[in-house]
C-alpha cells in the first residue's frame, strides 16, 4: 500500500507543515501571506495539492511525507512514545519530531529484532491489523528441547492461559531441539512466549526477524537504522503472504 498523493485543505496543509493551529493559519490566510503556486490563497478551506508550491510570508513550504524506518531494536528499550522507567525506541532515531512516529507492531522490552516505525496510520494499520493476518517471523531460544508433539499443538493452534480462543495455526521449523523459527498471524500479548508456556516451556531468547516481505535488514547492528525502500513500503499490500 503505497500512500496515495491526496490534496488537503489549506489551513490544514499549513497546520501540517508548520507549528501553527488551524486558527492561527486562518488568520494567516486572511491577512494575505499565504502564496499557493504564486497566487494569493484567501480561503482555508481549498484544496492544496503535495507538489504545490505554497509560500508564507515569503518562505516556501512543502507538505511532511510520511516516513517509514525499520530499527534493529536492542533488549531493554520499549515500543511506545514515552516511558518513565524505560528508554524507547524512540531515542535511537535521529530524525526530526520523532516523537510522531509509532512503532507499527510492538516488541516486549527483552525481545529483539524488526521494528517498524512510521507515522503513517494506514500503512500501519494494514500490518497490525487482526484481519490481514500478516505474518510475523521469530527466531525463538527455549529453556527445555521442544517435542515433536509440541510442535504439532503449536501448529495447529493452542488455547493461551485466561483467553478462550485458540491461537491461529503457526508455521514452525526445527533449527535444533531448543532452536526453532516461528511464524505467527496474531499479534496477542507476550503470544509466542506465552504459546511455549502452554506446552510447559519457557521462551529464552526472541528475535523478531520479518514482518511481511519487509526483512530486519542483516547490515543493522542493534540500536540502528534506516528508511525503508520503496519496495519495501510497497510491500505492505501483500503482508498476508507469510512465504
Not at 482555508?44 to 510570508?57: E, G, K, R
Not at 510522531?100 to 491489523?129: F, P
Not at 531460544?141 to 485458540?166: C, M, N, W, Y
Amino acid at each position: 500500500m503505497k500512500p496515495a498523493n491526496k490534496t488537503l485543505r489549506l489551513d490544514r496543509y499549513l497546520a501540517t507543515v508548520t507549528d501553527y493551529s488551524r486558527n492561527e493559519v486562518k488568520r494567516l490566510i486572511k491577512r494575505g501571506e499565504v502564496l499557493v503556486d504564486g497566487e494569493v490563497a484567501s480561503n482555508p478551506a481549498s484544496q492544496v495539492a503535495p507538489d504545490a508550491d505554497v509560500t508564507l510570508a515569503g518562505e516556501s513550504l512543502r507538505e511532511a511525507r510520511p516516513r517509514y524506518f525499520m530499527l534493529n531494536k536492542p533488549q531493554g528499550y520499549v515500543c511506545a512514545a514515552r516511558d518513565r522507567r524505560h528508554m524507547t525506541v524512540l531515542e535511537l532515531i535521529d530524525e526530526d519530531n520523532p516523537e510522531r512516529l509509532h512503532a507499527a507492531g510492538r516488541l516486549d522490552i527483552d525481545t529483539t529484532g524488526l521494528v517498524l516505525l512510521t507515522d503513517d496510520g494506514q500503512w500501519s494499520h494494514a500490518i497490525t491489523s487482526p484481519q490481514r493476518q500478516c505474518w510475523k517471523r521469530y527466531y525463538v531460544e527455549t529453556a527445555e528441547p521442544v517435542s515433536d508433539k509440541s510442535i504439532e499443538h503449536l501448529q495447529r493452534g493452542v488455547f493461551l492461559h485466561d483467553e478462550k480462543a485458540r491461537t491461529l495455526p503457526a508455521r514452525i521449523e526445527r533449527i535444533e531441539e531448543d532452536r526453532l523459527r516461528v511464524w505467527i498471524q496474531e499479534g496477542r500479548y507476550h503470544q509466542v512466549k506465552r504459546m511455549f508456556a502452554a506446552e510447559g516451556n519457557a521462551v529464552e531468547v526472541l528475535h523478531r526477524e520479518a514482518i511481511g516481505g519487509i526483512e530486519l535488514d542483516p547490515d543493522l547492528e542493534e540500536g540502528e537504522y534506516r528508511p525503508l525502500t520503496e519496495w519495501e513500503i510497497g510491500s505492505v499490500d501483500g503482508v498476508a503472504d507469510g512465504d
